[in-house]
């Protein structure tokens, strides 16, 4: 029997898309030929999935999980916002969502492999693929952490089109915690804190305001205190703790979480499909190439 490396396996299995143990059975069935292995394995029907490796599955849902001072946030995809709806697709997100938050996986490989009921999340996904009839991809995930005395906020907008967690920090109010979750979901902002702007950014930014600032004619002794206001409104745009809250405009986010006696202390958004490239077609036109397959 030949030997079968791990390499093999991974390279049959990213050709395949099938699950680890059915790449390496059927490289073991023909000695280790790739070319074998692949033919063998669409024979079996078991490559239906690969079939669907080069679409665009930018659809999908997220879904968040708190498991005790550890919360997770994950995002899975599929093509169309219908297989979202689908009760095998949810429960495959919160499945993950779940299974990450108890393991706490380094980055999205350590991930793949985390078992939920005797396998690996990467062959939970194939087997969806194959189950479902569209391409499923976990696409990313984040984990944040809190002390004893901190306290989460999930929200979830569109059914888990938009997934949010916060930690608000020296607090126990949950409603808080969502209402920053709330704010989070619908102004998105980039940064928590002006500190947390990359410093090039911050730069071109104040360089174009001094421009337009001495465009505009005014006095050059007064020109720095006049871009010194326009940055702070610079950072109420772009950074949570200094943006009006939604719910109450006269007031900023970090004052209205201090008036409840916390501080925002991190927070994480995703939105399906946010920077990936979207699926376009033509309905009819995919119709008709079907019929003529």
Known sequence: MANISAKQVKELRDITGVGMMDAKKALVEVDGDLDKAIDNLREKGLAKAAKKANRIAAEGLTASYVDGNVAALVEVNSETDFVASNEKFIKLV????QAVAKAQPADLEAANEIQIDGKSIADQVIEATQVIGEKISFRRFAILTKSDNDVFGEYAHQGGRIGVLTVIADSKDEEVAKD???????INPKY????????EEVERERT???ELTLNEGKPENIVDKIVEGRMHKF????CLNEQAFVKDGDQTVAKYVASHGGKVA????FEVGEGMEKRSENFA????AQMNN
Do not use: F, K, T
């Open 192 to 199: 928590l804190n002006p500190e947390d702007v990359d410093a």
């Open 208 to 210: 174009v305001q001094r």
């Open 180 to 186: 920053v979750a709330m704010h989070v979901a619908a």
């Open 285 to 288: 036109e995919e119709v008709a």
């Open 235 to 238: 950072y109420s745009e772009i």
């Open 94 to 97: 919160n499945d993950i969502a």
């Open 266 to 269: 991190a927070y994480v958004r």
